[in-house]
């Protein structure tokens, strides 16, 4: 079963709009990662946050983590038409050497109207 | 320095036959990966390596099988094709086995069993 479930499934707003997508997970985990994959390409990372962290900004990109709850949230300010994309959240539970396993959650699919 | 370079891109298959998808890295990473993304699944870990020799299950490794010669190089076999492997497979890489690094994806590739 997936780690993680982003929320919504796919957002549609206004270019200059924020865009706000959530992951929740299951289980403890070392860290949670955002990835952004445009249509027929790979994945791309775009910020790290680690357990012990609540919140983090890269750029127009604003990540927040509650371990509580077991969900985080991404942020994307002003948004851009190039900003129109799949999303997904990833957290790492390995905590041994050789038990590394980054599980991707089912993605938010992003368009943002020009 | 090319990244993660996944070959073919695109593949037909017939039910029954075998091929490899190849994979290779030139950024001296330890960690390789192959997931499969299918429509509403998100990606899913197929096997993973931690380095040249050492190579484990994911979450659905039946059908397929893996081997680390090198540490540039990570192949996925199918062994037997079947439709149900028709997906989209994507190779990843990321340095070092410690939790927190971040993971770098091939273009893609797409796979058709008929």
């Known amino acids: 079963s997936q780690q993680g479930e982003e929320d919504p499934q796919a957002l549609s707003i206004q270019e200059g709009e924020n865009a706000t997508m959530n992951c929740s997970y299951k289980?403890?985990?070392?860290?949670l990662q955002w990835y952004r994959q445009n249509s027929g390409r790979g994945l791309v990372h775009l910020i790290l946050?680690?357990?012990?962290?609540r919140e983090k900004h890269s750029g127009r990109l604003r990540v927040t983590l509650d371990t509580s709850k077991k969900s985080s949230s991404l942020l994307i300010t002003a948004s851009r038409a190039a900003d129109t994309a799949s999303y997904f959240c990833?957290?790492?539970?390995?905590?041994?050497?050789?038990?590394?396993?980054?599980?991707f959650g089912t993605g938010t699919r992003l368009t943002i109207i020009p | 320095n090319a990244g993660v370079t996944q070959t073919p891109k695109f593949q037909v298959l017939k039910t029954g036959q075998s091929m490899t998808l190849q994979c290779a890295q030139d950024m001296n990473h330890e960690y390789m990966s192959w997931y499969r993304q299918d429509p509403g699944m998100g990606l899913r870990l197929i096997h993973y390596s931690v380095g040249a020799g050492i190579t484990d299950q994911g979450e659905v490794p039946n059908g397929y099988n893996v081997s680390r010669s090198t540490t540039e190089d990570f192949p996925l076999r199918l062994l037997s094709a079947a439709p149900s492997q028709t997906s989209v497979y994507f190779c990843?890489?990321?340095?070092?086995?410690?939790?927190?690094?971040?993971?770098?994806f091939g273009e893609g590739s797409w796979l058709t069993v008929v």
């Open positions: 946050i680690r357990s012990n962290e």
């Open positions: 990843a890489s990321r340095p070092q086995t410690i939790s927190g690094n971040t993971i770098y």
């Open positions: 990833a957290t790492d539970v390995g905590s041994n050497f050789g038990n590394e396993k980054l599980t």
């Open positions: 289980t403890s985990i070392n860290n």
